[in-house]
């Protein structure tokens, strides 16, 4: 297993049954907090994508200790039965992991990270997200995305939508949306 977090990068690697692509570029940032691991077989394979959320400290960190930790978990316990508990655990072992990043003096420094992974078996497909990053599902000359973004603003959207607060409180909390 190999992680990669580098300011522009793209990798593409194939077996028989499955083309793996990952691309990645910085853009206008000052920092790339994207990062990403994949594992190949014959007949499977495993990636795994996070991205540091902005904003909060050491961002880059949280992102390549949770694909390290991601990828080691559904590297591990690949062959287990219940894949979608397989991804929960994975996702609340991690968070634990990422939310013990602390500072020099030992405070912890609420570090974040959006998560997605992706585990085929054969012919069939698993994934999990956390956060706005996507997953798309490419076939022909179609690309579908298979996730929605999970953020604040979509349950802000959804509370306005149903009554429960006004359009006041709503433009109040938006400046967090992206949460």
Same mark, same amino acid.
């Given at each position: +297993?190999?992680?990669?977090?580098?300011?522009?990068?793209?990798? =593409?690697?194939?077996?028989?049954? /499955? !083309?793996?692509?990952?691309?990645?570029?910085?853009g206008d940032r000052e920092e790339q907090q994207d990062s990403f691991g994949f594992k190949l077989k014959n007949d499977s394979l495993i990636a795994v994508v996070c991205d540091g +959320?902005?904003? &909060?400290?050491?961002?880059?960190? #949280?992102?390549?200790? #949770?694909?390290? !930790?991601?990828? *080691?978990?559904?590297?591990?316990?690949? *062959?287990?039965? *219940?894949?979608?508990?397989?991804?929960?655990?994975?996702?609340? !072992?991690?968070?634990?992991?990422?939310?013990?990043? %602390?500072?020099?003096?030992?405070?912890?420094?609420?570090?974040?990270?959006?998560?997605?992974?992706?585990?085929?078996?054969? &012919?069939?497909? /698993?994934? =999990?997200?956390?956060g706005d990053s996507r997953i798309y599902i490419i076939r022909g000359n179609e690309m579908i995305q298979a996730t929605c973004d999970h953020t604040y603003k979509l349950i802000l959207?959804?509370?306005?939508?149903?009554? !429960?607060? %006004?359009?006041?409180?709503?433009?109040?909390? #938006?400046? +967090?949306?992206?949460?």
């Amino acid at each position: +297993m190999q992680s990669y977090n580098e300011t522009e990068f793209k990798i =593409c690697k194939e077996n028989s049954l /499955y !083309e793996f692509i990952a691309y990645t570029a910085i853009g206008d940032r000052e920092e790339q907090q994207d990062s990403f691991g994949f594992k190949l077989k014959n007949d499977s394979l495993i990636a795994v994508v996070c991205d540091g +959320m902005g904003g &909060h400290n050491r961002g880059n960190d #949280a992102s390549i200790l #949770a694909v390290n !930790e991601l990828m *080691n978990i559904l590297e591990r316990n690949k *062959n287990s039965e *219940n894949v979608p508990g397989l991804f929960l655990e994975a996702l609340k !072992e991690t968070d634990i992991k990422v939310a013990s990043i %602390t500072d020099e003096s030992g405070e912890p420094v609420r570090a974040g990270t959006t998560a997605i992974a992706v585990m085929i078996k054969v &012919h069939d497909l /698993y994934w =999990c997200s956390v956060g706005d990053s996507r997953i798309y599902i490419i076939r022909g000359n179609e690309m579908i995305q298979a996730t929605c973004d999970h953020t604040y603003k979509l349950i802000l959207d959804s509370r306005l939508a149903g009554g !429960e607060i %006004t359009q006041d409180e709503y433009e109040k909390n #938006a400046v +967090m949306g992206n949460v």
